[in-house]
């Protein structure tokens, strides 16, 4: 009798953990999306020694539209064809979005190109992201000694809540950076910014 026992608990215990592990079970999918568009601007400074300091350089900010579709990662049961839409990350756990943006300097210098945002879930509501974005570069004679012609790295990295279903808040910071090709010139300056993106 005891032998029986032992095995209805252990029977009992493994079933338990199989549904658990069921009510866990994540899921990794593409997502056909709205367009989204975002704007981030605020102060700079450049980071090279002749013009290293404070944020008081000058105003500086980017535009980008996010593709329409977008690679996320979820609790299985979160996705389903009929989940109302609550807002640009709809209580996603990890996003991969993909954007083309256009930054411009108060300067007259501008840079454009393609991008990849990685957004994770850290609390209700609140996501940490993180954007690498490859960018060509078009400098003027202001824009030196930070900014110069060419391919860089543009970096961006904010904290962002959404406030409604149209509309989230950000506050970020971008760097930009060489990215090791053309003629060796990089650009090298930081940019603090608040943001608001529109869900379309």
Sequence with gaps: MKN???IIIFCLFINKADILAQNNAGKFGLEITKFKIGINAGPYRGRTPQTDGP??????GFGQIYFPFQFSVDYRSNFSDSATITNE???RV???RPSA???YVDNGSMAFGIGLQFSFLITKQVY???QLSGVYIEANKAGLPDLNDGFNLHHFVSISKP???HFSLSLGFIHMSGAGLGNGKTSNQDVLTLGVKWNL
């Excluded at 944020?55 to 500086?60: A, D, K, M, V, Y």
């Design 4 to 6: 029986y026992l032992t």
């Design 55 to 60: 944020f008081n350089q000058g105003f500086s």
């Design 89 to 91: 990350y709809n209580n």
């Design 94 to 96: 990890f996003l991969l």
């Design 101 to 103: 943006l256009f930054h």
């Design 128 to 130: 940490l992201e993180y």
């Design 163 to 165: 406030i409604s279903r």
